[in-house]
């Protein structure tokens, strides 16, 4: 791993989960921890990087020198994603952002009533795919944790969301990957694939940083 692999180079990282709003007091989310996103984000100022997160709520501490925009929603994420992707040369999406939100914001708190209750929700937008899709965009970077065929639906949906590299991740197993310190991945591109061997996530996130480096 140099210092100088990615010099003068700019990064934006979405991670963390998101916060869909239900009323004043709840909101649907995940379990995300946020993890490999900021290790990504320390891994990509070891590089040499100017880095930036687009963080949702999480319980980490902003690494050294890198900048952080925080955000709750999935549409407060896609919009800060916008304002910074026409300065970034590379974009990685770590972020779980929820697939769908509430359709309506309750401005009250829901009160208790009958013994079933039922919410209506809608898609979010996706923001790799849409950072994606425009143009001139950047090098573009996500991740597929999937529980069965990881590798399959990770490539389909690297072709999908017209991705440059994904990063499957297979949450089947829970002692790796979502909310857990270690990680065991595979790369994929366009020409090839490469898997990383379980280790931390500090240590996956450079072999990440160098991949990217390599390939972009
Ligand atoms: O489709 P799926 O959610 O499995 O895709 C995961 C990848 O897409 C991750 O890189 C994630 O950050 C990104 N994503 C996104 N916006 C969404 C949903 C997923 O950027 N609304």
Redesign the pocket.
């Known amino acids: 791993f140099s210092s100088g692999l990615l010099a003068g180079k700019r990064v934006l990282i ?1 991670a963390g989960p998101t916060r869909e709003a239900l009323d004043p007091v709840r909101y649907i989310s995940n379990h995300s921890s946020g993890r490999m996103g900021y290790a990504l984000a320390t891994a990509a100022v070891d590089a040499g990087a100017r880095t930036t997160l687009v963080s949702g709520p999480v319980n980490l501490p902003v690494p050294e020198h890198v900048q952080c925009h925080r955000v709750e929603s ?1 549409l407060e994420m896609l919009e800060k994603c916008q304002q910074l992707v026409a300065d970034c040369d590379i974009f990685i ?3 779980a ?1 929820a ?1 769908y939100r509430p359709a309506q914001v309750q401005p009250q708190k829901i009160k208790k009533g009958d013994d079933t209750t039922t919410l209506e929700l809608v898609k ?5 795919s849409t950072v994606a899709a425009s143009e001139n965009g950047p090098f573009t970077v ?4 999937e529980t069965r065929d990881v590798l399959h639906y990770a490539r389909s ?1 690297m072709q999908r969301k017209s991705l440059d590299m994904i990063i499957a991740n297979d949450v089947s197993d829970s002692s790796i990957g979502f909310n857990s310190a270690e990680n065991e991945v595979t790369v994929l591109w366009p020409g090839g694939e490469q898997t990383l061997a379980r280790a931390n996530k500090a240590a996956i996130a450079r072999q990440i940083v160098e991949l990217i480096a390599n390939h972009r």
Do not use: H, M
Request: hydrophobic share 55%; glycine share 6%; aromatic share 6%.
């Open positions: 979405t999935a999406a770590c972020a952002v697939d979010n937008p996706d923001i790799v996500g991740f597929a944790a949906k």
